[in-house]
């Protein structure tokens, strides 16, 4: 290398160095950017006056995703609203209704089922999944006549959506089955009981936690 080409290589490498810096910065994290969900409404518009946010995604390249506490749906419009019995997604106990449950099914448990339904419907609303779930934070309120949450109710309910799968043979654990989702992940959470939820007749509340896959972006 002569002393005339050495300005030359310097200012290369100088060049290089400030293209790698500047495609390093492009890459990297931005933690505070924010995309909050608001549903439409159901014919489609957008919603002029929601009360809240359903949930919140946050970052680029480290794209995490926040529901808001979500409750199960007053889809059972024969049991009176404000009553328990209102929150049961009967698509799940096919030849029952109003109020009715299969021997063995608790109202924690059914209102467990329609919550995670519910759940399931905002995470694939942004390109998520079951699967993609991190992170759960459960509030439960015990059931008229008890003095104490049905965590056993919401458990059996959490194993049609979560935690099913044997980690070692890759199949449905038997004593869960059937299962809604066939998930083998498991979120690590909290269950909280509390004195009162916010709808009347909510037994159950959930938020949830999830992260996008490497190479998958969330929905804009």
């Avoid at 992170?135 to 049905?150: F, M, N, S, V, W």
Wanted: hydrophobic letters at 40%.
């Amino acid at each position: 290398m002569t002393i005339a080409s050495l300005p030359r290589r310097v200012g290369t490498c100088l060049a290089v160095a400030a293209t790698l810096a500047a495609g390093a910065a492009f890459a990297q994290p931005k933690p505070t950017e924010v995309d909050y969900y608001i549903p439409p409404r159901a014919d489609g518009s957008v919603n002029p006056d929601p009360f809240l946010a359903s949930g919140f995604g946050v970052g680029r390249n480290v794209d995490m995703y926040w529901t808001a506490g979500i409750g199960p749906s007053g889809l059972n419009t024969c049991s009176p609203a404000g009553t328990p019995a209102r929150f049961i997604d009967y698509s799940f106990y096919p030849g029952f209704s109003c109020g009715e449950l299969p021997a063995g099914v608790t109202i924690t448990e059914a209102q467990g089922m329609n919550n995670l339904a519910r759940i399931k419907e905002n995470l694939e609303a942004n390109g998520l999944t079951m699967q993609d779930v991190t992170y759960l934070r459960i509030y439960l309120e015990a059931p008229p006549g008890a003095t104490r949450a049905d965590y056993a109710g919401w458990n059996r309910a959490y194993r049609k959506f979560f935690a099913n799968v044997n980690l070692v043979t890759g199949e449905v654990i038997p004593a869960y089955a059937p299962v809604v989702v066939v998930n083998a992940t498991r979120p690590a959470r909290a269950n909280i009981q509390v004195a009162t939820l916010p709808v009347l007749g909510w037994l159950v509340e959930i938020e949830a936690v999830a992260a996008y896959p490497q190479g998958k972006k969330p929905k804009k």
